[in-house]
C-alpha cells in the first residue's frame, strides 16, 4: 500500500506540472457509445469503437491511428468488441442483428439475426462463442464454428439487456438489464446463480479477470464487487453521473467519465480523486484503460474518441516527452510537445 501511494503522489506531481493533452480521435459522425481494446499482440494492440453512425472503427491502440471502417450495418451500433489476439471483431446493431468480422481484412464473416435491437457482444477468450444480448431481453450463446445451429437462450431479464460478459474462466456469464438488476448465471446449467439488484438502472459493467473484479457504475457510484460470489468491494461516489468507469491492469486507479463531459481518476486504494480532465464537448459515454495500462480511451456524445496519458508527460505512442531541463525558463509551462489531431 504505501509503495502505491509513493507511487500516486509521484503520479500527482507530475500532473501538476504536465498538461495532460489528449489524442482526438476523429471520423465518426454521431455519438460513440462504446469501445473495447483488444490483447497484446505481436502487432501492438487494438482498438473498435461503436458508434450510433452505424460504422464501427479499427485503430491502433496506442496512437489512435485509423485503420479501417467496418461497413455493412443499417442501424446505430451499440457495442464492439475484438477477441484477445484482434483477429476478429463482433458488432451488436440496432438492425437486429450481430456480426462477426475478419478484423485483419475488415471482411463481414457472419451475420447473427435477433428479434430486436442487439446491445452487447462478447467472444470467449477461445473466440469459438459469442455471446449476446439486447432488447429482447435473452441472452443467446453461438458456436462461430457451427454458425447454422440455433444458439442456446438464457431467459431471466425483464427488460431490455444493456451489457453480457463472460467471467470464472467462460464457466459463467454476467449481464446487467434495465431490469436494474445484475445476473449471475452458470454456462453449464444455463441456471441463474446470483441476482444484485439496484435502485436505479447501472449503465456500464467492466469485468476484470485478474482478481475477478466487477466495475459497476450507476447514479453518481462507482462500484466494485468480486466477480465470483457479487460481494461488494467497495464504493466510490463521483462528482456527477457516471456512464462508465475503468480500473488500471495494475489496480493503482480507475478512470470515470459522464454527464459532466469529464473524466475523473481516482486512487483505488484511498478513493480519493486525484485528477479531472474537461477535453469532449458532450457526455462521455464508455472508457477503458489500455491492456498495457499505459493510456485510457473515451468515447463521447461529440463523436470523438479521445486516448489519455495515464502518467502524464510520459514519451509513449505518439507523447513526446520533453525534460523541464531540456527547455529555456520562459517555455517552462509546456513540458511536452502536444501531438496534431488525428483525422480518422
Keep these: 500500500i504505501l509503495l502505491k501511494l509513493f507511487k500516486n503522489t509521484i503520479s500527482r506531481y507530475r500532473t501538476m506540472a504536465m498538461r495532460q493533452t489528449p489524442l482526438t480521435c476523429s471520423g465518426h459522425t454521431r455519438p460513440v457509445v462504446d469501445l473495447a481494446f483488444s490483447g497484446i499482440t505481436p502487432y501492438g494492440y487494438f482498438l473498435i469503437s461503436a458508434c450510433k453512425d452505424g460504422k464501427p472503427m479499427l485503430r491502433q491502440g496506442d496512437t489512435g491511428d485509423w485503420i479501417g471502417?467496418?461497413?455493412?450495418?443499417?442501424?446505430?451500433?451499440?457495442?464492439?468488441?475484438?477477441?484477445?489476439?484482434?483477429?476478429?471483431?463482433?458488432?451488436?446493431?440496432?438492425?437486429?442483428?450481430?456480426?462477426?468480422?475478419?478484423?485483419?481484412?475488415?471482411?463481414?464473416?457472419?451475420?447473427l439475426a435477433h428479434k430486436h435491437i442487439v446491445k452487447t457482444v462478447t467472444f470467449t477468450q477461445?473466440?469459438?462463442?459469442?455471446?449476446?444480448?439486447?432488447?429482447?431481453?435473452?441472452?443467446?450463446?453461438?458456436?462461430?464454428?457451427?454458425?447454422?445451429?440455433?444458439?442456446?437462450?438464457?431467459?431471466?431479464?425483464?427488460?431490455?439487456?444493456?451489457?453480457?460478459?463472460?467471467?470464472?474462466?467462460?464457466?459463467?456469464?454476467?449481464s446487467a438489464a434495465d431490469d436494474k438488476t445484475i445476473r449471475l448465471w452458470d454456462r453449464s446449467s444455463m441456471e441463474e446463480v446470483k441476482t444484485l439488484t439496484f435502485e436505479t438502472s447501472v449503465s456500464s459493467m467492466e469485468y476484470m479477470a485478474d482478481g475477478e473484479i466487477l466495475v459497476i457504475t450507476y447514479g453518481k457510484t462507482v462500484a466494485f464487487y468480486n466477480a465470483l460470489s457479487l460481494d461488494l468491494i467497495k464504493t466510490v461516489d463521483a462528482p456527477a453521473p457516471i456512464n462508465s468507469a475503468s480500473l488500471h491492469p495494475e489496480k493503482d486507479f480507475f478512470v470515470a467519465g459522464g454527464e459532466d463531459f469529464k473524466l475523473y481518476k481516482f486512487d483505488y486504494t484511498t478513493k480519493e480523486?486525484?485528477?479531472?480532465?474537461?477535453?469532449?464537448?458532450?457526455?462521455?459515454?464508455?472508457?477503458?484503460?489500455?491492456?498495457?495500462?499505459?493510456?485510457?480511451?473515451?468515447?463521447?456524445?461529440?463523436?470523438?474518441?479521445?486516448?489519455?496519458?495515464?502518467?502524464?508527460?510520459?514519451?509513449?505512442?505518439?507523447?513526446?516527452?520533453?525534460?523541464?531541463?531540456?527547455?529555456?525558463?520562459?517555455?517552462?509551462?509546456?513540458?511536452?510537445?502536444?501531438?496534431?489531431?488525428?483525422?480518422?
Design 69 to 111: 471502417t467496418f461497413l455493412g450495418h443499417k442501424g446505430a451500433v451499440w457495442g464492439a468488441t475484438l477477441n484477445t489476439d484482434a483477429t476478429k471483431a463482433a458488432t451488436a446493431a440496432a438492425d437486429f442483428t450481430a456480426k462477426v468480422w475478419d478484423a485483419v481484412s475488415g471482411d463481414e464473416v457472419l451475420t
Design 126 to 174: 477461445d473466440s469459438n462463442c459469442l455471446l449476446t444480448g439486447g432488447n429482447d431481453k435473452l441472452l443467446r450463446i453461438y458456436d462461430l464454428s457451427n454458425p447454422e445451429a440455433a444458439p442456446q437462450e438464457i431467459s431471466g431479464h425483464t427488460s431490455a439487456i444493456k451489457k453480457a460478459l463472460w467471467c470464472n474462466g467462460d464457466k459463467q456469464i454476467l
Design 273 to 344: 480523486e486525484l485528477e479531472s480532465y474537461k477535453g469532449h464537448f458532450g457526455p462521455v459515454h464508455c472508457v477503458r484503460f489500455s491492456p498495457d495500462g499505459e493510456l485510457y480511451a473515451s468515447g463521447s456524445e461529440d463523436g470523438t474518441l479521445r486516448l489519455w496519458q495515464t502518467a502524464v508527460g510520459k514519451t509513449y505512442g505518439l507523447w513526446k516527452c520533453v525534460l523541464p531541463e531540456d527547455l529555456g525558463a520562459e517555455n517552462s509551462e509546456q513540458l511536452y510537445t502536444s501531438p496534431p489531431e488525428i483525422k480518422a
